[in-house]
T-cell receptor, first 112, second 113 residues
Framework: KAGVTQTPRYLIKTRGQQVTLSCSPI?????VSWYQQTPGQGLQFLFE???????NKGNFPGRFSGRQFSNSRSEMNVSTLELGDSALYLC???????????FGPGTRLLVL | AQSVTQLDSHVSVSEGTPVLLRCNYS??????LFWYVQHPNKGLQLLLK??????LVKGINGFEAEFKKSETSFHLTKPSAHMSDAAEYFC???????????FGAGTTVTVRA
């Protein structure tokens, strides 16, 4: 089976812009989670989707949003980018009822 | 809320010597615990997981971890370090009720030739 894929792998944006990141889960996995990784804050949970429904959201401002499509692919959007949004954004997928999450390679976002 | 604490931010070992990465957890019930590894500029790879079956868990690449409820610990070990083990390691606890993973701060492993 192919692993979790994320696109794009690298992005450079300027403050105030918005960005959309994409994640395709492992085939058959219906749960998709997003995490932000920064040197200062480490790995932090953003949100989790299952069957197109957000089941949980971390402590991030409303500028961070996401969605999941019927084929389980997911996107996250960050509006009005700030310098502090520069990070590695990781997507993970899991099977229904399983706690084991499999991670993609991440999208590295740089905000200038 | 469940959480994990990684007791060492950095561990340096010589190639061929044992590696020990320490992790303590806090949980109101029997948790599911994981170790993930992240090589530079890569995503996270699952090393092993504990889900209340055997307390000694074997993972990939010669790593293993022991769940000790009395000590609330889940330490990761490898008998003989290899240069390719140089990476950052994360101890992780799962909160199934909240559908999320909570990560430790990470331990950076350096392997000296």
């Amino acid at each position: 089976k192919a692993g979790v894929t994320q696109t794009p792998r690298y992005l450079i944006k300027t403050r105030g812009q918005q960005v959309t990141l994409s994640c395709s889960p492992i085939s058959g996995h219906r749960s998709v989670s997003w995490y932000q990784q920064t040197p200062g804050q480490g790995l932090q949970f953003l949100f989790e989707y299952f069957s197109e429904t957000q089941r949980n959201k971390g402590n991030f401002p409303g500028r961070f949003s996401g969605r999941q499509f019927s084929n389980s692919r997911s996107e996250m959007n960050v509006s009005t980018l700030e310098l502090g949004d520069s990070a590695l954004y990781l997507c993970a997928s899991s099977e229904q009822g399983s706690e084991t999450q499999y991670f993609g390679p991440g999208t590295r976002l740089l905000v200038l | 809320a469940q959480s994990v604490t990684q007791l060492d931010s950095h561990v340096s070992v010589s190639e061929g010597t044992p590696v020990l990465l320490r992790c303590n957890y806090s949980s109101s019930y029997s948790p599911s615990l994981f170790w993930y590894v992240q090589h530079p500029n890569k995503g996270l790879q699952l090393l092993l997981k504990y889900t209340s079956a055997a307390t000694l868990v074997k993972g990939i690449n010669g790593f293993e971890a022991e769940f000790k409820k009395s000590e609330t610990s889940f330490h990761l070990t490898k008998p003989s370090a290899h240069m390719s083990d140089a990476a950052e390691y994360f101890c992780v606890v799962s909160d199934l009720d909240d559908y999320k993973l909570s990560f430790g701060a990470g331990t950076t492993v350096t392997v000296r030739a």
